[in-house]
């Protein structure tokens, strides 16, 4: 089974702006099924400009979209990290569940804001 990776959005980003950190990710990727989820794509549209940029990347990358089982694994992981003392944003959260219920890792360069979630895996770059 070929393997899945998810873009976080600073790694979205970090790719679309050329950045050299991307391009030792794009080496460890390249060989994966990879997809955004449709988190990143809300948060990479949020942009006032270069908006073809994102719309040339975003048919380039496969979308995960946010359902009812990424809901549910989305609560239980905010109820999880609230109980730790550890909450990150809700928009982590759903990228997280995304990336959990469809057996994804997850390239993040902000790992400690994913690194108390106990199921995800994370890409080592």
């Given amino acids: 089974m070929e393997q899945k990776v998810c873009l976080d ?23 994966t099924d990879v997809f955004i989820s449709v ?8 942009r006032e400009t270069n908006l073809e940029k994102i ?6 990358v496969k979308i995960i979209d946010f359902n ?4 549910r694994k989305a609560s ?4 999880d990290l609230r ?10 959260i759903f990228i997280a569940s995304i990336c959990i219920v469809n057996n994804s890792k997850l390239a993040t360069f902000n790992k ?6 106990n199921e995800l895996e994370l890409v080592h770059i």
């Fill in 83 to 92: 109980k730790k003392g550890r909450l990150i944003d809700f928009r982590d």
């Fill in 112 to 117: 400690k804001h994913f690194e108390n979630i």
């Fill in 9 to 31: 959005t600073d790694v979205a980003i970090s790719i679309l702006n050329g950045e050299e950190r991307a391009e030792k990710l794009v080496e460890v990727i390249e060989s």
């Fill in 76 to 79: 239980l992981i905010f109820k």
């Fill in 68 to 71: 009812e089982q990424a809901s």
């Fill in 39 to 46: 988190v990143t794509l809300f948060e990479l549209l949020l």
């Fill in 55 to 60: 719309e040339l990347f975003r048919q380039r």
